[in-house]
Each structure stands twice: as C-alpha cells, then as structure tokens.
C-alpha cells in the first residue's frame, strides 16, 4: 500500500486572493468541505438505513446500545484522521 | 450516484460517489442562485454607487474589474466559484488514485480496435506546462507512474460534474453540434479522412467515427495520459479511432491527407503564436475542398457593449487557469485564417447548437450554443 503512487492535489497556477488577507478564503474552503463531508455522510447513513429498513435486519434501538470494538475504534480513528486531512489542506497548501 | 459510463471509467466507491455529487449540487447552486444575483446586484448598489462618485457610468471592464474585486459580496461568489472547481478535481482524483493500478492493469485488455503512437521524445508546449488548465491538478500532461492514464480519468469524470451532467453518456455534446452543423449547412459533405485537433480523451474524437462508419478518424493531442485513456476508452465503448501524439501545430501527416479538420476547446488553451501555427496546419493538412471546423467557447472579435457581461466573461482567465481565453478574443482570426490561404468566401463565424437534458436529478432542457469558426480550403 506504501508503494501507492499519490496523485497531485494542488493546480499549479496563480493563487488569487479573494477576501481580506487570504486566511478568510482558507476559512471558507474549509467549511465548504466540511460542509460536503456532512453531505457524504448524511447520505451513507441514509443508504444505511434503506438497506436495514429494506431487509427488515436492524432496529433503532440496536443502532442506540451498539458499543464500538477495539479494531473498529482503530479503523474510527484512521478515518478521522483522513477527515482532517481533507478538512486542512488547504492550509497545508498554504504552507508548501 | 454515479454509474459507470464504460468499462474503462474508475468506479467511485459510495462515499466518493456522493462526495463528487455534493460538488454538482454546489455548483449548480452557484450558478442558479448565487451567480445570477449578481447583475441585479451590480446594478443596485455598485453601479449606483460609482454614478455618485463619478457623474457617469463604469465605460470598461478594467473599471468594473476594479470595483468587483473590491466588492466582498461578489469576491465571495467568485471564492466559492474557485473552490467547488478545486472541491470537484479532489473529489474525483480519490477515486482515480484508489483505481489506478487496477486500470493500467486492465490497458492490455483495451488495446484491439483503433492505434495509439507515442512520441516521448515530444516537447510539452509552455502554455500547458506554465500553469495546470483548469485547475486540473498535474494539467493534461504530466506523468505520476509508468503507463499512467490518471489525467484521462480524472477529466472523464469531472466533466459531468462540470456540466451538470448536460454532455451526455459520452461526454460528447460538443462534437454533436459540430456534426449538427455539417449535417444543417455542410448538407453533402461526406467526410472519409478525420483529424480531431486536441482531443485530449476522444470524447470529442469518437462521435466523428460512429456518424462516418466508413471513414478514418484521427484524435491528436501532447498529452500522453489521456491519449492512453483515449484509446482504451474507445475500445471499451467499442468504436475504433486512431491517437497519435504529437503537437498540432506541426504534425507529421502528409499534406492534404484530410477532408475534415476539427477542434473542441482547443484554441483558447493555447498561445497567441500557437493560434496561427494551428490554422496553417490545418490548412496544409486538409485535402482541396476539405473544411476546417472549430468549436470554442468565447466569440472571437466581438467588443461587448455591456461591460459588466464583458468583465464576466474574464471570470475563468483570472480565476479558472484560462490564461489565453481573454487575448484570443482580440485576436483577428479572420485574417489569420485568410492569410493562411482558405477562401476568403468560406470563413465563417457562427455558431454550432445541440440539445441536450440534464440528467441525475436535474431537471429541464440544456441548450448549446457555442461559436465556431470554419473555413473551406479552395478546390485547385
């Protein structure tokens, strides 16, 4: 997985500013991504639910007592991770 | 969510899938709730304000531009325009990047119909390596691993987020109008050699070989990863057409090896010593009586009376990596296209159409109407 190429994220180009001194444009970049990561998320939770309600397998109050392994609080945390990875790029972007 | 479009084309997993639909969804808001506020806008707080100040109205669009950028209303519009492109371009390079090995992997298996000539000793023009078009991370060009293809996808898929999904299952509305318009004016032409001048994936490139079964088609472009993606994406829709990598501003084809030379999109990436170059070609390369056809997105040598919708129209130069869009519009094509020796009678500006309908939840007609630019290299 290492070996994985990584493709570039940032365009090459010039940069212009938008609002103030450029920190608000960080700013808004990251709400509208966080923004979509909610849309992402609203939309797997919903899929989710079709697909239980569809094959009549979990109840609401499963999803309420359900207590997270060891393991799945790893994979939680890489996955929280990757969020702020996408979340912070751009100020990253700014500092490379 | 989006469906496979073709045996070649990165599956996006769930998340990715709903993640580049959220950036459909926002640019569609964009457009039709926040962008068309900004005439009315314009012309009840900024235009009065200036009229105060001035005793007259804003006369150019370096005076609008001046007082737009210093506007937090529009600047915010124009902010969020840049980052929903930015916001596509990551959403889908995910994807691509998840699928990678798995599509070079499967290249040998989409290699049947049609050819593809590599030419790595080709030198990249600087007008694509100075800046990534479109904000399209690594451009058209660059190569991130052997055999890469990952431009190819990533343009495949962003192009239906783009457009709202207005360009059709194959991406290829700009090429139907041109082919509207050969079959409305051009009525008898019956093109048997093709040439596709910058065709980047072929999805321009292959609309011409299935409306002439008959003919041969050849898509050219410098761009390595997505003539890759071209040839494997035409075999897996199963239409045969030939990519060759080269720069159109010189190619190596003989002269007068073909009866229809076309372009979507192209000239407005170049250069203004580029532009030429390409309509000499074009002429050198085309048959007696053959035509040449461009399609493009700005009206070439029209000076807009409204200055508001003629510094708009800058939006994607200063904002989008468009760098040359603004310059070729004052650009006397119609001379370069004479003095590069077609018919004078022939040279026509005008514009190509073709209807279409959004799809995936989006309502309603899309209606096409780009310019074009064509000429007929006179019979001997």
Known sequence: MNEKTKLPRVAKGKKPKYLDDGSIDNLMAMIMTLTQEISVLRDRIDTLERMLEEKEIISTKEFDDFVPSDDLEMMRKDRRHELLERVLLPIKKELE | ?380
């Open chain 2, 1 to 380: 969510m989006s469906k496979q479009k073709h045996s070649m084309q990165p599956k996006p997993s769930h998340d990715e899938s709903v993640r580049q639909d959220f950036v459909t969804d926002l640019r569609a808001y964009l457009t039709d709730e926040i962008y068309s506020l900004i005439t009315p806008y314009y012309e009840k707080k900024i235009e009065p304000d200036f009229i105060q100040a001035n005793e007259r109205k804003p006369e150019d669009k370096s005076e609008v531009k001046s007082l737009m950028l210093n506007d937090r209303g529009y600047q915010s519009w124009s902010l969020l325009q840049r980052l929903s492109q930015q916001m596509m371009f990551t959403s889908v390079i995910d994807t691509v990047e998840r699928n990678l090995d798995t599509m070079i992997d499967d290249l040998d298996n989409h290699q049947s119909i049609g050819s593809l000539d590599i030419d790595e000793s080709l030198d990249i023009p600087r007008y694509l390596t100075a800046y990534d078009i479109h904000q399209q991370p690594g451009g058209y060009h660059n190569e991130n691993i052997e055999k890469d293809i990952s431009a190819g996808a990533v343009y495949d898929i962003s192009l239906p987020i783009y457009s709202r999904n207005a360009m059709g299952e194959e991406n290829d509305l700009l090429a139907q109008a041109i082919i509207r318009y050969i079959d409305d004016h051009l009525k008898t032409f019956q093109p048997q050699e093709i040439m596709d001048m910058g065709c980047g994936i072929g999805n321009s490139t292959l609309p011409f070989s299935k409306k002439y079964p008959d003919s041969k088609v050849i898509g050219v472009d410098v761009a390595l990863p997505c003539l890759r993606y071209a040839h494997a994406r035409a075999n897996a829709l199963g239409v045969e057409a030939h990519f060759s990598q080269q720069n159109v501003e010189k190619t190596s084809y003989d002269p007068e090896s073909f009866d229809l030379v076309t372009s979507t999109l192209l000239l407005h990436e170049t250069s203004h010593d580029a532009v030429p170059k390409i309509i000499q070609e074009c002429f050198r390369l085309l048959k007696p009586g053959g035509w040449m056809i461009h399609l493009d997105v700005y009206p070439f040598h029209k000076k807009e009376d409204d200055p508001l919708y003629d510094f708009l129209k800058d939006w994607e130069v200063i904002n989008n990596n468009e760098n040359f869009s603004g310059a070729l519009r004052n650009m006397n094509m119609r001379k370069i296209i004479e003095d590069a020796g077609f018919s004078s009678e022939t040279v026509e500006f005008t514009s190509a159409e073709a209807a279409a309908k959004y799809s995936k939840g989006y309502t309603g007609d899309f209606y096409l109407k780009l310019p074009v630019y064509l000429a007929q290299k006179p019979n001997n």
